[in-house]
């Protein structure tokens, strides 16, 4: 099993610029969750998922949007990227609430 | 909404000491506390958690306790290791129906000196 995958590893986009983060898990899981991560901030929730077809809003989602059509992926879209956007991005994923949620290698954003 | 305070930021220890790093949460409703290691470029990975049904929890070299009169929680290692060195992030649940999310502090960087 691979668990949880994000692509890509790495990434470097200009202002106004727009992507999408894949995260993939295996594990059959309904909740999916992406946080951002910055130095001294510690972790902290964008969107998450409660199962298939299903989105909420976290702690800091403005700027981003997600989606969530087949069960075992989770997308994350910056439609105009800004430099407060830059960020190491981690998704995870659970099979119920309050419970061990694994995490992703990661993605690494610059947004110059 | 739940604020989780993590203290000591920064912590550096001689091998074969103790570790303890404090939590304290802002809500008494929250009922679940995870605590996650991440090592330098790694994924957070959870170590232990605790339930507010229980005050305290061991596994191995690992110990958390939870106070919920004083809406605090802290993480013990014992005799500790290099490979101990990392960040570590504690958690804790966002009460109120449909909210399925956890709120973690600012993590603690703990250095073992070999």
């Known amino acids: 099993n691979a668990g949880v995958t994000q692509t890509p590893k790495f990434r470097v986009l200009k202002t106004g610029q727009s992507m999408t983060l894949l995260c993939a898990q295996d594990?059959?899981?309904?909740?999916m969750y992406w946080y951002r991560q910055d130095p001294g901030m510690g972790l902290r929730l964008i969107h998450y998922?409660?199962?298939?077809?299903?989105?909420a809003k976290g702690e800091v989602p403005d700027g981003y949007n997600v989606s969530r059509l087949k069960k075992q992926n989770f997308l994350l879209g910056l439609e105009s990227a800004a430099p407060s956007q830059t960020s190491v991005y981690f998704c995870?994923?659970?099979?119920?609430?309050?419970?061990?949620?694994?995490f992703g290698p990661g993605t690494r954003l610059t947004v110059l | 909404g739940e604020n989780v305070e993590q203290h000591p930021s920064t912590l550096s220890v001689q091998e074969g000491d103790s570790a303890v790093i404090k939590c304290t949460y802002s809500?008494?409703?929250?009922?679940?506390f995870p605590w996650y290691k991440q090592e330098l470029g790694k994924r957070p990975q959870l170590i232990i958690d605790?339930?507010?049904?229980?005050g305290e929890k061991k596994d191995q070299r690992i110990a958390v306790t939870l106070n919920k009169t004083a809406k605090h929680f802290s993480l013990h290692i014992t005799e500790t290791q290099p490979e101990d060195s990392a960040v570590y992030f504690c958690?804790?649940?966002?009460?109120?129906?449909?909210?399925?999310?956890?709120?973690f502090g600012k993590g603690t960087k703990l250095s073992v000196i070999p």
């Open positions: 995870a994923s659970s099979w119920v609430p309050y419970n061990e949620q694994f």
């Open positions: 594990m059959n899981h309904e909740y």
């Open positions: 998922s409660v199962g298939e077809g299903t989105t």
């Open positions: 809500d008494s409703a929250s009922n679940y």
């Open positions: 605790i339930r507010s049904n229980v």
């Open positions: 958690a804790a649940s966002i009460p109120g129906a449909g909210s399925y999310q956890l709120t």
